[in-house]
Structure formats: C-alpha cells, structure tokens
T-cell receptor, first 113, second 117 residues
Framework: AAGVIQSPRHLIKEKRETATLKCYPI?????VYWYQQGPGQDPQFLIS???????DKGSIPDRFSAQQFSDYHSELNMSSLELGDSALYFC????????????FGPGTRLLVL | AQKITQTQPGMFVQEKEAVTLDCTYD???????LFWYKQPSSGEMIFLIY??????QNATEGRYSLNFQKARKSANLVISASQLGDSAMYFC??????????????FGAGTILRVKS
C-alpha cells in the first residue's frame, strides 16, 4: 500500500539558512499534519491542513510557514534556521481529518550547524 | 497537566513472552481516540492500534491488543509473543475530538522496549 512520502530524508543546513520540506500524502487523503520531534523527545504538533486550508496550528515558530497545494501535497518552509531547529520532522496524513488514523511518513532529519 | 503519561521509560521482555506498556490519559472530552505508534531506531513512526472512546470492545491487531479501561483512563498496549523486531520506542497518543482541539495528536514521552533473546 502507498505510504506518505517525505523529501528530502536528510538535510544539513547552516544557521540562518532556509529549508523546505515536502510531504506527499497517501492517495485520497486530504488532511496533512506536520510534527517536530527533537532528540529524545516525543513528537510535537506544528500545523495541519484540510482541503488546502489551515485547520489547526500548534507550536510552530513564526519563522516557519506551510501550505497545502491543489494536489494535496504540503510544504513546510523554515527560515532563519537555528541550532534548536535540528529535529526529525514528520508529515502525517489522514482521510477527511475527522476521527481518522494519522499515518506518518518516514520523516525528514534536519541538522542545523 | 500531562495529557498522556507513560510511566515506564524502559522495559525489558524475554523473547516469546508478553509485555504490557502502560499509558494513562487525561481529558474531559467525551469523544477521543487513543493510538499506539512504534518508532524503531531507524526513526519512522509506525501505526499499531487505535481505540475510540465509545468502542465497547478492546481493540486488537494481530499480536497487539489495547487494554482500555475508560473509568481509570488507561489504554495499555499488550504485545503477545514478543519478537526481537519489537525492540523500539513505543508512543501512546490521544486525539480529542472537540473542534477546539483540532485533530492533532498529543503524545506521551514514550517507552523503550528491549526484547532479549
């Protein structure tokens, strides 16, 4: 079965640079969620989109922005990167966004030097 | 207050034995979902099992079962016949269904499980 696709899988950036993470949800899933997992931490919700509209917002820094496109893929844009942004970034998708299981992608491991 | 509490930072289990990973939760929302995810050392987050707050029966998925005790607000994961490949971090998560909470998952701190041969 098709899974959530994330690219790139690994990314190394320097402080103050920008990064763009991409997420391609499972086919026919219309809801995308972004989570950030710091080293040794549990995942923390950042932001979600349902039918290309932002549906919920969590602890996402103002330096980050995201959107969902007409083909339902989503991008997380991160600017002015800081050392503390080093983390595993997960995208998850679900169908309808209501009481449906979220399936996670493999994650993008971001290292900020 | 923590919404999801996993009190066992780490657990050992002998191969082929059963193990229970504890999870308690806190919510005043009558409608919610409880999830368990497995995270191997490679990092991916694998969905294991789901229990809805209105489900009358405990969820089961192969070797995984969820011991749901609503009055005690606990949702323990039971893994039967442990295998070496079960060694991983296990996260309990909750989704509260009221619109004010969105559909985000809130995770516990996780339990590292090590299966011994």
């Amino acid at each position: 079965a098709a899974g959530v696709i994330q690219s790139p899988r690994h990314l190394i950036k320097e402080k103050r640079e920008t990064a763009t993470l991409k997420c391609y949800p499972i086919p026919r899933h219309d809801t995308v969620y972004w989570y950030q997992q710091g080293p040794g931490q549990d995942p923390q919700f950042l932001i979600s989109f349902y039918e290309k509209m932002q549906s919920d917002k969590g602890s996402i820094p103002d330096r980050f922005s995201a959107q969902q496109f007409s083909d339902y893929h989503s991008e997380l844009n991160m600017s002015s990167l800081e050392l503390g942004d080093s983390a595993l970034y997960f995208c998850a998708s679900s169908r309808d966004g209501l009481q449906e299981t979220q399936y996670f992608g493999p994650g993008t491991r971001l290292l900020v030097l | 207050a923590q919404k999801i509490t996993q009190t066992q930072p780490g657990m050992f289990v002998q191969e082929k034995e059963a193990v229970t990973l504890d999870c308690t939760y806190d919510t005043s929302d009558p409608s919610y979902g409880l999830f368990w995810y497995k995270q191997p050392s490679s990092g991916e987050m694998i969905f294991l099992i789901y229990q809805g707050s209105y489900d009358q029966q405990n969820a089961t998925e192969g070797r995984y079962s969820l011991n749901f005790q609503k009055a005690r607000k606990s949702a323990n994961l039971v893994i039967s016949a442990s295998q070496l490949g079960d060694s991983a971090m296990y996260f309990c998560a909750m989704r509260e269904d009221s619109p004010e909470y969105g559909n985000k998952l809130v995770f516990g701190a996780g339990t590292i499980l090590r299966v011994k041969s």
